[in-house]
C-alpha cells in the first residue's frame, strides 16, 4: 500500500525535523566541549604531567621526547581537547539521549536521567580502565620485552596519539550495555537475539577490540574481556526492558 502525497510530506517533515534536531545536537555537543577545553586548558601543565605518568617509570631521562618546534604547544591543544571531551561527555551524552527518545514511549522516556548518569559514569569508568590497569599493564609488557639493552625514545606525538586514542576507545567501548538496552527499548533487537547470536558477537568483540588496542595481545584481551562481560549484561538488562515494554503496551491496550 503506497503512502498518499499529504502522508509522505508528513514522513518528509518529519525526516527533516529529525535531521535538524541532529544538526542543533551536534552543535551543542562542539560548543561543550570546545567549553571544556578552554577550561582544561589552564591545567593542561597537570593534566600532561598526569597522562605522562604510566610511562614516566620507563623513560631514561623521565620524560617524553619532541622533534618539531610546534610539538609541545600542540600537544597542550590535544591535552585540553581530549580533556574536552571527557568533562562535556555529559552534554553530548544527553543530546544523544535526544536524538533516540522519539523512538521510545512516552513511560520509558523517563528513563533520561538515568540515561545521562549511566552514560556519563560508563565512559568515565571506561577511559579510567584503560588509565588505571590496560597503560601500567601494557607499558611493563611492551617497554620490557627483549630485555633492557635497548633504550627507549618516545616523542610526545606518538605517546598521546596512543593513550588518547586508546583511553577514548575504552571509553566508547564501555556505553555497549546502554546502547544495547536502548535498541532494546526501541524494538530493534530482544534479549532473545541476544542470545542466540552471542557467539557471532563474541567474535565481533574480539575483532573490534584487536582493531581499537594497540597491536599486542595483551590490550585486546583487556577490552575484550570487559566488553564479554558487559555483553552478558546487557543481555540481563534488555530482558528486564523488554517485559516493561510489553506491560506498557498490554496497559496501552
Not at 45 to 56: H, T
Not at 131 to 152: E, I, N, Q, S, W
Request: positive net charge; glycine residues 8%.
Amino acid at each position: 500500500m503506497t503512502d498518499t502525497p499529504e502522508e509522505q510530506d508528513l514522513k518528509n517533515q518529519s525526516m527533516m525535523d529529525h535531521l535538524v534536531e541532529l544538526r542543533s545536537g551536534l552543535i551543542k555537543s562542539l560548543y561543550g566541549i570546545l567549553a571544556g577545553m578552554i577550561l582544561c586548558w589552564s591545567v593542561s601543565e597537570k593534566l600532561f604531567d598526569i597522562i605522562r605518568k604510566p610511562i614516566a617509570a620507563y623513560l631514561p631521562t623521565g620524560g617524553l621526547f619532541f622533534t618539531a618546534p610546534m610539538d609541545k604547544f600542540l600537544a597542550h591543544v590535544r591535552i585540553s581537547l581530549f580533556g574536552g571531551v571527557i568533562l562535556s561527555s555529559p552534554l553530548w551524552i544527553y543530546q544523544i539521549w535526544k536524538f533516540v527518545a522519539p523512538g521510545l514511549y512516552s513511560k520509558e522516556k523517563k528513563y533520561a536521567v538515568g540515561f545521562i548518569f549511566s552514560g556519563t559514569a560508563l565512559f568515565a569508568i571506561g577511559v579510567s580502565f584503560a588509565y588505571f590497569v590496560v597503560f601500567p599493564m601494557a607499558f611493563k609488557f611492551l617497554m620490557t620485552f627483549g630485555g633492557d639493552a635497548d633504550k627507549p625514545m618516545i616523542t610526545i606525538e606518538h605517546y598521546l596519539s596512543f593513550v588518547t586514542t586508546t583511553a577514548l576507545a575504552f571509553g566508547a567501548s564501555f556505553e555497549l550495555p546502554l546502547i544495547l538496552v536502548i535498541l532494546g527499548m526501541m524494538g530493534v533487537i530482544s534479549q532473545k537475539t541476544l542470545k542466540e547470536k552471542r557467539r557471532f558477537a563474541i567474535v565481533g568483540l574480539a575483532i573490534l577490540s584487536a582493531i581499537l588496542t594497540p597491536p599486542d595481545l595483551l590490550s585486546m584481551l583487556m577490552m575484550m574481556a570487559p566488553m564479554v562481560v558487559l555483553y552478558e549484561l546487557s543481555v540481563i538488562l534488555v530482558g528486564i526492558f523488554e517485559r516493561k515494554r510489553q506491560s506498557a503496551v498490554g496497559g496501552v491496550e
